[in-house]
């Protein structure tokens, strides 16, 4: 597909935005009467999904809370998707107005040079794989997760007391683990951004395109208990769970110090179905 093409494409995806947000402010400000009414509605309604789909290509989707009133009171809704129900309101309040500036946002990125270069680069990489070669990808890293510290224990014996990597913090262990990753993997990426989730955004540690995996590593320190780390594999498996073309996550958690106290509870707990997307927590040494 040509540059003149994908242009195209890109273009009808902005009057796709256009027309859908022309459409909420209309029915956000009732700029309609009893005839056109039941159209607009209806207009919304069968374009939302496809703009949802074009918000999350542009990494546009923000998660949003809506509190009651103080006076009110009642239940805080966190991390709800304004594009489900987009028309309902919550204790008066109106998704619009957030869903408009995820559009404004999402046309920035689309009117972009990097974004047409981004879709230049993506038509041509390779044909998807099969199944089973992503589960025989999904196999091979949670074997290197697994077989992780032999290696960094191996990397400490060399020849003569010649300098080494220290693998001391988590860059270093993102670095070892990329390096083991080329072994088998060719499209390894690390520059992708994440949906916004609980009001932040962040870095992906690795994207394996082909076999739809995310990578997302940590390490361990004194400061960082098991109930941080807990709750940091929370965040992190909410917000990839709206990341678009992934459904594996895998949650790698090196712990030389065996700081963890119980974690194979851990990685019970949070391995499983997280609505579309399976996540393995894997945690080494002292992991199963």
């Given at each position: 597909?040509?540059?003149?093409?994908?242009?195209?494409?890109?273009?009808e995806?902005?009057?796709?935005?256009?027309?859908?947000?022309?459409?909420?402010?209309?029915?956000?400000?009732?700029?309609?009467?009893?005839?056109?009414?039941?159209?607009?509605?209806?207009?919304?309604?069968?374009?939302?999904?496809?703009?949802?789909?074009?918000?999350?290509?542009?990494?546009?989707?923000?998660?949003?809370?809506?509190?009651?009133?103080?006076?009110?009171?009642?239940?805080?809704i966190?991390?709800?998707?304004?594009?489900?129900?987009?028309?309902?309101?919550?204790?008066?309040?109106?998704?619009?107005?957030?869903?408009?500036?995820?559009?404004?946002?999402?046309?920035?990125?689309?009117?972009?040079?990097?974004?047409?270069?981004?879709?230049?680069?993506?038509?041509?990489?390779?044909?998807?794989?099969?199944?089973?070669?992503k589960?025989?990808?999904?196999?091979?890293?949670?074997?290197?997760?697994?077989?992780?510290?032999?290696?960094?224990?191996?990397?400490?014996?060399?020849?003569?007391?010649?300098?080494?990597?220290?693998?001391?913090?988590?860059?270093?262990?993102?670095?070892?683990?990329?390096?083991?990753?080329?072994?088998?993997?060719?499209?390894?990426?690390?520059?992708?951004?994440?949906?916004s989730?609980?009001?932040?955004s962040?870095?992906?540690?690795?994207?394996?395109?082909?076999?739809?995996?995310?990578?997302?590593?940590?390490?361990?320190r004194?400061?960082?208990?098991?109930?941080?780390i807990?709750?940091?594999?929370l965040?992190?498996?909410?917000?990839y769970k709206?990341?678009?073309?992934?459904?594996?996550?895998?949650?790698?958690?090196y712990?030389?110090?065996?700081?963890i106290?119980?974690?194979?509870?851990?990685?019970?707990?949070l391995?499983?179905?997280?609505?579309?997307?399976?996540?393995?927590?894997?945690?080494?040494?002292?992991?199963?």
């Amino acid at each position: 597909m040509d540059a003149p093409t994908l242009q195209k494409l890109i273009t009808e995806k902005i009057q796709l935005l256009s027309s859908f947000k022309t459409n909420i402010r209309r029915w956000f400000h009732g700029e309609y009467d009893n005839e056109s009414k039941s159209e607009i509605r209806s207009q919304i309604n069968r374009s939302v999904q496809q703009v949802r789909k074009v918000i999350l290509e542009t990494g546009c989707l923000k998660l949003i809370t809506i509190a009651p009133p103080p006076a009110i009171g009642g239940l805080i809704i966190h991390n709800l998707d304004p594009f489900n129900n987009v028309l309902e309101n919550y204790y008066g309040r109106s998704k619009i107005p957030a869903v408009e500036d995820m559009i404004d946002s999402a046309i920035g990125v689309l009117e972009s040079h990097d974004y047409l270069d981004h879709l230049l680069k993506s038509v041509e990489e390779p044909e998807e794989i099969t199944e089973q070669q992503k589960l025989k990808a999904l196999k091979r890293v949670l074997q290197l997760c697994r077989r992780f510290h032999l290696v960094t224990k191996q990397l400490q014996s060399r020849y003569s007391s010649r300098p080494t990597l220290m693998v001391q913090d988590e860059y270093d262990v993102q670095d070892l683990f990329g390096s083991l990753l080329r072994l088998d993997f060719d499209d390894i990426r690390k520059e992708e951004w994440t949906p916004s989730y609980a009001g932040k955004s962040a870095r992906v540690d690795f994207l394996l395109k082909r076999e739809n995996i995310i990578i997302e590593i940590k390490k361990t320190r004194a400061s960082l208990t098991a109930k941080e780390i807990g709750y940091q594999l929370l965040i992190d498996i909410g917000r990839y769970k709206v990341h678009p073309g992934y459904n594996t996550l895998i949650c790698f958690v090196y712990d030389p110090e065996g700081l963890i106290g119980n974690p194979a509870e851990l990685e019970d707990d949070l391995s499983g179905l997280h609505d579309r997307i399976s996540v393995h927590v894997v945690i080494t040494p002292s992991g199963s």
